[in-house]
C-alpha cells in the first residue's frame, strides 16, 4: 500500500490516479486472476456452460466486523450461496464497494483480505469491480454489492424454481438456526450484550455439490439468509397446492441464539442465517442426502426437520414442542434491519 | 402501490411482507419478464453465446435527479455502455437498490418507470434484483447497482483490450463533452447556478452497434464516463508502445459547459459523460464509421479528434488551438465527486 493515504478520500472514487492506484495495490493485488488482470470496462468470459444463473446481493450489514465474519466474507458467502442453491456451479463474481469518505485504509484492506480468503475456497473469480466514494454521512463506512455467474447443469434447472416438489419430499437443514443475526445483534455498539455465538456464515458451495452428488431427487434448495427460516418457508408455501409441516423439536437452537432472541424478543425461525440452506428432497433419498450433508464441517448437525403434505395447500405451519400448530406467515414489518 | 406506504421503511428491506409487496407491486410490475417473474435466489438463464461480457457499476448520484436525466437512467445506461464498448450485445441485467429509511416511496417509482423505460430502449432484461433499506442518514437516499450481461462474437474479442490498436487508428467521440458532469453541478443545491445544460446520458447499444456493422477494424471503445475524455486517453495510453495526439481545436464543448468550468475551475476534458462512447479505428474505415455514427440522434455530432501515433509512446497530449502541446495525465485528486 505504498501510495495508500490512511483513510479513503473521496478521490478514490474519482476514477483518475488515486481510483487506479487503490485499484492496482488492493484490489486487483488480492483478487488477481487472468481476467481481472485486462481491467476493461467489462470482463471477458468464456461461455459456462448451456445454461446459467445470475444473481445479485447488496450488503450493508451493521457492524462490518462481527464475529464469525466481517461485510466482505458475507458478500462472496451470500453469492455463492444464492448460486449453489439455484442448483448452480458458482463460477464468477462482480464487486462493487460504495465508501464512505474518510474510512480507514486498513479496514477496507482487512476486508478484502477476507474476500480473497472465500473466494479461493469457493473456487470463484472476481472478475469485474466498481469503487465509488461518497462523503462523509452519506454512507456508513462501506457497502458491497456481489453479482454472480454460476453454470447450471441442465438436470438441475427446476431445483430454483421448486416445480417439482412433491407431497412427502423431506425438508432438510444443515444446522442451528438464528446464529447470524443473533452475532450481528450482539456485536451491535448499542447492545452491552456479551454472548458467544458466531455468525454461521460460511460458502455452502461444496455442501450443496456434495448433496447434489448424493440424490438426483432434490427437489428445492434455498439460503435462510434475511427472514430466516421462517420466511423461506413462509415464501415456498405461499400459493402452491402442497402443505409445509415442520417440527419444532427437530429445530437446532444454540443456548446462546434461544436467551438473545428471548431477551429481545425475537423469534428464532425468522432470525437471519448466512450459512444454512433449506433442502427438499424426495423421500427416499433425504436418509443418503443427510448422510452426505453430515460429512462436512458445515453440515455435522444436519437435521430433517418436516415434510411437504396434502394438507393445507398453501400454508406452512410448525408443530410446536407441547403439541401445538402455528402458521408460519411472512413477517409484516422489520425483524432485524441491516443484519446482511 | 395500494399497500405501500408513502415512504420507504426499514421494514421493505427486512425479507418479510413488505420486502415481498414491493417487489410484487413496483419491481416486478414495471420491470416484468419471463425470468424475473420466477422469483428465485438466482436468475435462470440461457448460455448467450460463445463468449460473455460481464460488468457492474454502482451509482450514488447526488442530485438522484438532474436535467436530462436520473440515478435509474444512469444505472441501466452505464451497465448498458459498459457491455455495448466491450463489443457486445446487452441481454440481462440485475439491479440492487440501497434506500435511504423514510426516502418517498413516489420517488422510487419515478426512479423505477424511468429503469423501465430504459431497458425497453436497450432491449436488456432485468432478470434479478436485490432491496436492502439502511437507517436514516446512513445512506443518501438511494444508491443503485446494476451489473450485467452481453454476448460477444468472438471477432469482437480484442475490442476491451484494444490490444489491435495501431499507429494511424484515428480517435472518434460522438459529440460534445462534458455535459453530463455540468449538468449535475448545476443541479447541486448548493449552486445557485442556473445554466440549460442537459445530461447526455444514454444507451449507446445501437449506435455502437451500427459502428460495429459499418466496420471491422473498430479496434477500442470506451465510454467517458467518470474522469470525462482525459482520463480514458491518459489510461489508454499508459504504458503502450504507442502514443495518442489528440486536436483541441476538434473537441465539441457547449457554450454552458465551458462557462461553468471556467467558473468553477474544471477542465472540460475530465468532466464527466454518461453518453460519450471513445472509438478507435482503422484509418482507412474512420470516415465510414463516422458516417453510420452520425446517423443516430446520438452521434450527429461524431468527430475526428485525434489519432494514435508512434511519437512518445505511453503519453498522451494535447494540441491546443494556439499551437502548444500538453500533456494528458490522470487527474491525482478528485474532480467531481458523486457525478455517477
Known amino acids: 500500500m505504498k ?10 472514487g474519482s476514477g483518475g490516479k488515486l481510483s487506479h492506484d487503490l485499484i492496482t495495490e488492493l484490489f486487483a493485488r488480492h483478487f488477481d486472476n487472468d481476467i481481472l488482470r485486462q481491467q476493461s470496462d467489462s470482463a471477458i468470459i468464456e461461455n459456462p456452460g448451456s445454461q ?11 457492524p462490518i466486523f462481527f464475529p464469525g465474519g466481517d461485510i466482505g466474507k458475507l458478500a462472496i458467502a451470500g453469492t455463492v450461496n444464492d448460486l449453489a442453491v439455484s442448483g448452480a ?13 474518510g474510512f480507514a485504509y ?27 466514494v461518497v462523503d462523509r454521512g452519506k454512507c456508513d463506512k462501506v457497502f458491497i454489492n456481489s453479482s454472480g455467474i454460476g453454470i447450471l447443469d441442465k438436470k438441475n434447472v427446476h431445483i430454483s424454481s421448486g416445480s417439482h416438489i412433491k407431497a412427502g419430499d423431506k425438508i432438510i437443514i444443515n444446522g442451528s438456526i438464528g446464529d447470524h443475526g443473533m452475532a450481528v445483534m450482539a456485536a451491535r455498539n448499542d447492545l452491552n450484550i456479551s454472548a458467544d455465538i458466531l455468525s454461521d456464515c460460511a460458502c455452502l458451495h461444496d455442501l450443496i455439490q456434495s448433496a447434489l452428488e448424493a440424490s438426483d431427487q432434490i427437489r428445492f434448495m434455498r439460503d435462510a439468509t434475511r427472514g430466516g427460516l421462517g420466511t423461506v418457508i413462509a415464501e415456498l408455501a405461499k400459493g402452491k397446492d402442497f402443505g409445509i409441516h415442520l417440527h419444532e423439536d ?3 437452537i444454540s443456548e446462546g441464539v434461544r436467551g438473545m432472541c428471548e431477551l429481545l424478543g425475537f423469534d428464532p425461525i425468522y432470525v437471519a442465517n448466512e450459512g444454512k440452506v433449506v433442502m427438499l428432497v424426495a423421500a427416499e433419498d433425504a436418509q443418503s442426502v443427510l448422510a452426505a450433508l453430515k460429512k462436512h464441517k458445515s453440515g455435522t448437525n444436519s437435521t430433517i426437520i ?4 396434502n394438507d393445507h395447500p398453501g400454508k406452512a405451519w410448525i408443530e410446536t414442542q407441547v403439541g401445538g400448530k402455528r402458521i408460519i406467515e411472512m413477517l409484516s414489518g422489520q425483524q432485524l434491519p441491516r443484519i446482511c
Open 106 to 132: 486498513k479496514d477496507l484492506e482487512r476486508i478484502v483480505i477476507t474476500m480473497a480468503k472465500e473466494i479461493k475456497k469457493a473456487g470463484v473469480k472476481i472478475v469485474t469491480g466498481d469503487t465509488k
Open 52 to 62: 446459467m444463473a445470475f444473481t445479485t446481493d447488496s450488503f450493508v450489514v451493521d
Open 250 to 252: 427437530q429445530l437446532i
Open 89 to 101: 456451479i458458482p463460477k464468477y463474481l462482480s464487486v462493487g464497494f460504495i465508501i464512505e469518505e
Open 306 to 309: 418436516g415434510e411437504i403434505t
Open 3 to 12: 501510495n495508500q493515504p490512511d483513510t479513503i478520500l473521496l478521490g478514490h
